[in-house]
């Protein structure tokens, strides 16, 4: 069992934002993933079969659920945008943003021998070309950043089901970032 000092540590040493610990694990049904997954295949952003952290090359769908299965806790990242979402530009710089945040507190997090699951909106975006468009394997499995839709996280309603409000400001976004920690005993 970890000692939440140690999380709160990790966290704390690469991120003074908002951070919500102690959370329990989504549990998404086969429904929710088919549906995300469903969205996914769409490809409006263009990642769909390309991306390793999207479908098909994130795993299938029963691998996805019976990886969150394996962590006891969760913590939410939020963090607030002023932007005007049509300057799409903006938002990826944006999302880009908390994909990093996310990133920095997973390292730190393995750095201390704690294991997670860093999830955030969209496709990872540390390399400039996944290797996932030549067909190959992430060539950095230990940064990359998976999809919350991947796994088929339906955010609005962990955050109404937990109890956590999203607060609407005119001209700003609220993103979110979600990572599973604590792994149960196998």
């Known amino acids: ?31 929710e993933i088919m549906l995300c997954r469903g969205y996914c295949s769409e490809n409006t952003c263009g990642n769909y079969g390309i991306s390793c952290t999207c479908p098909p090359k994130c795993g299938t769908v029963e691998h996805c659920l019976e ?11 939020r963090k607030r945008y002023y932007l005007d979402l049509s300057n799409m530009e903006k938002v990826e710089e944006c999302s880009n943003d908390l994909e990093t ?52 996280i339906m955010i609005d309603d962990y955050l109404r089901d937990n109890g956590i409000e999203s607060e609407d400001v005119e001209g700003a976004v609220m993103l979110y970032a979600l990572i599973m920690y604590d792994r149960k005993e196998e």
């Open 1 to 31: 069992m970890l000692h939440e000092e140690s999380v709160i540590d990790s966290v704390a040493s690469v991120y003074d934002g908002e951070v919500i610990l102690d959370l329990p694990v989504p549990e998404p049904t086969m429904d």
């Open 67 to 77: 990886h969150l299965r394996v962590y006891e806790k969760a913590m939410l990242i």
């Open 101 to 152: 945040i996310c990133r920095n507190i997973h390292v730190s997090l393995c750095g201390n021998g704690i294991r997670n699951l860093a999830l955030t909106g969209g496709p990872c975006r540390y390399c400039a070309e996944c290797s996932g468009v030549s067909g190959s394997e992430c060539r950095f499995p230990n940064l990359r950043i998976g999809s919350i839709s991947t796994y088929g």
